[in-house]
């Protein structure tokens, strides 16, 4: 069992910067893959970073590339997003996932735990 906890939500401004962090326990998160997906209210779940096991690759959803960074620290158990320039559109809530081992990354499908989410409000 994989517990994921999730933190580092709040209420910013348009530009501003936050840094997510998915904090593993349970089980070494290093020997997953792992996303972050958000969800805004009346919508679905939707993708926005991946990271391989032990860091070899990265993905981003195209409305996030060039604005977030995933990353891990191994030895903290911890996988994070940095998201930098935030926008009103930014706005939902956060989720972290330990990718189940399918091909594909950014589907809600393929991840077999998840955390109970943080909250990003961006205003204008």
């Known amino acids: 069992q994989v517990q994921l906890v999730e933190s580092g939500g709040g209420l910013v401004q348009a530009g501003d910067s936050l840094r997510l962090t998915c904090q593993g326990s349970?089980?070494?998160?290093?020997?997953?893959?792992m996303g972050w997906f958000r969800q805004a209210p009346g919508k679905g779940r939707t993708f926005v970073a991946f990271?391989?096991?032990?860091?070899?690759?990265?993905h981003y959803a195209d409305s996030v590339k060039g604005r977030f960074t995933i990353s891990r620290d191994t030895a903290k158990n911890t996988v994070f997003l940095q998201m930098n320039n935030l926008k009103p559109d930014d706005t939902a809530v956060y989720y972290c996932?330990?990718?189940?081992?399918?091909?594909?990354?950014?589907?809600?499908?393929?991840?077999?735990?998840w955390g109970q989410g943080t909250q990003v409000t961006v205003s204008s």
């Open positions: 996932a330990l990718h189940g081992g399918a091909t594909y990354y950014d589907s809600v499908a393929n991840y077999d735990y």
């Open positions: 349970g089980r070494p998160i290093a020997n997953y893959a």
């Open positions: 990271i391989s096991s032990m860091s070899r690759s990265t």
